[in-house]
């Protein structure tokens, strides 16, 4: 009689969802609420990271990390300028 073992390819993929979860969040926190969208790409890459160490995860940990920063950037200048901050293209 055959058995059939559960190997982790559920946990892989899941991990490997929330790897690309972290990802969306990382890029698209790069134009809109970095704020809480860089922290989200931070735990999401760290979950991915923990079960599967997929570079996806590791990417998306780092672009959470860029949010962050780039967050933290702005609020800096606002400050500077007195408490606005615009921006001008072209």
């Given at each position: 009689?055959?058995?059939y073992s559960r190997t982790g390819a559920r946990n892989t993929s899941k991990?490997?969802?929330?790897?690309?979860?972290?990802?969306?969040?990382?890029?698209?926190?790069?134009?809109?609420?970095?704020?809480i969208l860089g922290p989200l790409a931070i735990v999401f890459g760290a979950?991915?990271?923990?079960?599967?160490?997929?570079?996806?995860?590791?990417?998306?940990?780092?672009?959470?990390?860029?949010?962050?920063?780039?967050?933290?950037?702005?609020?800096?200048?606002?400050?500077?300028?007195?408490?606005?901050?615009?921006?001008?293209?072209?």
């Amino acid at each position: 009689m055959s058995s059939y073992s559960r190997t982790g390819a559920r946990n892989t993929s899941k991990a490997n969802g929330l790897a690309i979860a972290g990802l969306v969040c990382g890029i698209v926190g790069l134009l809109f609420l970095p704020i809480i969208l860089g922290p989200l790409a931070i735990v999401f890459g760290a979950v991915s990271l923990r079960q599967t160490g997929s570079a996806m995860a590791k990417w998306a940990i780092g672009l959470g990390v860029v949010d962050i920063l780039l967050m933290i950037l702005m609020f800096v200048l606002a400050a500077n300028n007195g408490g606005s901050f615009t921006w001008h293209f072209g």
